[in-house]
């Protein structure tokens, strides 16, 4: 007679035919620490733990262990990121969730939406924005984050050139991000796109000053939003510093790859 074998169903694997996505909020038990990160058996996976959540996905709040937080036992929710990290286990968020009316308005947010908001802080690496009707962030000055190239068309050097506190905005939502607490923002997407209409032509004269020195020649405003490459052979040795103003002619206009080039026109 045949003896027929019968293994049991690893719970990790039970979890993988669920198909839990990133994004979807799960919950769970704390089963215990792997170090910082919390082990956790989510809710219909009986055996092992199937979840892990690092140590810096747990809280907003500042703490040194996982275990001031929560304890074993305890009834944990939080927001899959990944399925299967390096032990098999589905990585977790739970700072995702842990403000509920923030993570309610993210969610209420998609990409190409146009909101409202009011400038909370600048920096050297972005701007942050409290949009209208948003929760207070747990530790953000605003929920809205506009990457510095995403300010304007225009060439500045300081994005504090660009936007002040207290200003009123009106911006594009390019993706929000529960993990973060944050919604990346765009001023540009809601600004003509000057390469539409460049504002220059193949033949054209103008001054302009030099904006950047590169290997290969230098960059010339040829207005406000559109700089243009004078190739270092066209500059025949002649030695230029950026700031300087140079008499350019218009060579070649390609809209297609943005891009405008241009020579000595004395």
Known sequence: MTHMTHSTPDPLDRLRERLVAPGEVVTGTVAGFDGDDVLVLLDGDPGRPSGRVPGHELTWRRI??????????????????????RDGRVLLSARACEDEALHRFLLGLARGDV??????????????????????????PGT?????????????????????????????????DTRRGQVALSLKALQDDPWNTPGVGVGDVLTGPVT??????????????????????????????????????VLEVDRARRRVRLGLAD
């Open 64 to 85: 040194g262990h996982p275990a001031e937080l929560v304890a074993v036992g305890q009834s944990i929710r939080a927001e899959v990121t990944m399925r299967g990290g």
């Open 115 to 140: 909101v409202t908001g009011t400038v909370s802080s600048v920096h050297r690496f972005g701007v942050f924005a409290r949009i209208d009707g948003e929760p207070a962030h747990p530790v953000h």
């Open 144 to 176: 809205g984050f506009i990457n510095v190239p995403e300010l304007t068309w225009a060439r500045f050097d300081d994005p504090a050139d660009v936007v002040t506190p207290g200003r009123r905005i009106r911006a594009r939502v390019l993706a929000p």
């Open 212 to 249: 950047k020195l590169v290997p290969f020649g230098v960059f010339v405003g040829v207005n406000e939003f559109v700089e243009g490459l004078v190739h270092a052979d066209l500059l025949a040795g002649r030695t230029v510093e950026e700031g300087q103003e140079l008499r350019v002619a």
